[in-house]
């Protein structure tokens, strides 16, 4: 029997896909269908997450069903309890929240990176940028979006999204090989000279910098 039950708290669940949903969309801003397609899939990502961290603890079940006292849980339904990894390798609670908390500075790096991103395409309204976290990477805001789901996986990991980010990462990473073939053929060679100098997703920080 447990002593708690910290669950089934579902207009947490309705805030937290509300919100991180309103920050993605602003700063990805998606208008063709190819594009409304893949935030449809991070959608799906931070749904499963958000039902499983505060709604309906799926993994605790599946974990209890397989592992049953070999977890050591006296009260499983405790909420950091839920963490996947912490609780199977036995970690005591103040590491788990530890672990929670390096989760949700990663997905904080991540939302920056998107900002900054984001404040330098829309600034100039059409122009090719290279300057700025663009002379690092070629993605900023995907990159970004990269790091805010590893933080939540940090934060806590759930069979689904374990298996749903590899999907996630593959539909953003061939959205943005489409949209440089569309830009390269606006920009022409400017923009080939460019993506042959700067990585796609991790900066390379001795990569010669190009200013626009």
Known sequence: MHESYDYGLWSMVVFNII??????????RP???????TMGIFTAFIVALFVEMYGFPLTVYILISLFG???????PFQHVNGHLLGTLF?????????????????????LIIMGKGWKLIHGTKGGLVTSGIYSTVRHPQYSGLFLVTI???????TMITLVM???LT?????????????VEEIFGQEYAAYRESVPAFIPNFKTPRPTR
């Open 19 to 28: 919100l991180f949903s309103v920050f993605v969309f602003g700063f990805l």
């Open 31 to 37: 208008k063709k269908k190819y594009e409304w397609r």
């Open 69 to 75: 006292g070999k977890l050591g849980l006296v009260d």
């Open 90 to 110: 036995g970690a005591p609670e103040w590491f788990k929240l530890i672990i929670c908390q390096i989760g949700g500075f990663v997905m904080l790096i991540g």
């Open 151 to 157: 933080g939540m996986l940090i934060q806590w990991p």
């Open 165 to 167: 980010w590899p999907i």
């Open 170 to 182: 593959y539909a953003y990473y061939r959205l943005a090989m489409r949209e440089e073939r569309e």
